[in-house]
């Protein structure tokens, strides 16, 4: 998902300010991509690598270690890894969700086919684990691996929460700290591990991220209600054609009269979508509030990302960490 055009924005500071160390993890990216008897596997990586992402979750692990003083080579093969893994992860979000559009471009499984896309992912990972060994940190491996887990086990629980009208927003919040946070949390975490931050500073790292990620996917959910297809490269009212209980939609939901429950459990529970079903929707939303209060939640989480890098050391990256935060809610405010 892309973060919308403005000026002077926090990541692209961030970008140059890490610029070199960036410049490494895409050659290591663009090595470790590569494979000698199956061309596909560097034909569809390519594709999302490639595709104008803004490298949000390796740029924040080189800033944790940056931040946390760290002078060796590792910080790029972790860097690479998130990136790694967070690739794989779109690859397989866009088979299970039969998506045709990511970053505003055609998805790897519309060009190429689910196969292609699953088993690529399937490489990936196999490569973000190859890479996360280099550091020969067992603290780092145990923190990446865990997060691929969390990740995989808040996939499946969308499975099952998404389209049951009993999801409320304590499963929304495990399923989007699997989905999201996760990696989030773990890209900052492992930056302060392989610099070997005291455990406080470590920690913040940890609460920075995932605080940063639930409200980074919380902005997502609530963009697709009231986004533009430019800003968050792909189609408005995909969640809620695809069936997703979304934040928005679980709080109207909450609200809902009998005739309103009646409405959410024919176009999410049973699928039976009609014309004008998603304006009927945007209206519910609309007189419930839904959308503002959402919108609420977000800030509050970007407001505690922002805190918690209290303890770190006074840093102009630290700074930027902290803009970051400000920035991913500015997109709806």
């Known amino acids: 998902m892309g973060l919308m055009e403005s000026a002077d924005k926090p990541q692209d500071r961030l970008a140059r300010a890490l610029a070199e160390d960036m410049a490494g993890v895409n050659a290591l990216i663009r090595d470790r991509m590569a494979s000698e008897h199956a061309p596909r596997i560097p034909e569809v990586t390519a594709h999302l690598v490639e595709a104008g992402g803004k490298r949000l979750r390796p740029m924040m692990t080189l800033a944790a270690a940056r931040l946390c003083g760290y002078a060796g080579p590792y910080h790029i093969h972790l860097a690479a890894t998130v990136e790694f893994i967070h690739t794989a992860t779109l690859l397989h979000d866009d088979v299970v969700d039969e998506s045709k559009q990511r970053r505003g471009r055609p998805t790897a499984n519309l060009l190429w086919d689910n196969k292609s896309s699953v088993l690529v992912g399937d490489y990936l990972f196999a490569r973000s684990f190859q890479l996360m060994t280099d550091s020969g940190n067992m603290r780092v491996l145990s923190i990446l691996s865990n997060a691929s887990a969390v990740i995989a086990e808040g996939e499946v ?4 929460a998404a389209q049951d009208l009993k999801t409320d927003e304590g499963i929304y919040l ?3 700290r699997g989905k999201t946070a996760a990696l989030f949390a773990a890209a900052t975490e492992v930056g302060g591990v392989i610099a ?10 940890h609460a920075y991220g995932d605080a940063l990620g639930i409200a980074f996917q919380i902005v997502d959910d609530l963009l697709d209600y009231g986004g533009t297809s430019a800003v968050i490269g792909k189609n408005v009212g995909d969640d809620f054609r695809e069936r997703k209980l979304t934040l928005p939609v679980i709080k109207a939901v909450a609200a809902a009269d009998a005739e309103e429950r009646a409405f959410w459990s024919r176009v999410i529970e049973k699928g039976d979508q ?3 079903d998603l304006e009927q929707a945007m209206a519910l939303m609309a007189r419930h509030g839904t959308l503002e209060a959402t919108r609420a939640e977000a800030l509050s989480w970007a407001n505690r990302a922002k805190d918690a890098l209290t303890p770190l050391p006074r840093h102009e990256l630290r700074d930027m960490l902290r803009d970051l935060a400000d920035y991913v809610v500015e997109r709806v405010a």
């Open 274 to 276: 009609r014309e004008g």
């Open 174 to 176: 495990q399923v989007i």
């Open 157 to 160: 629980l969308q499975l099952t």
């Open 196 to 205: 070997g931050a005291p455990d406080d500073q470590v920690a913040a790292l």
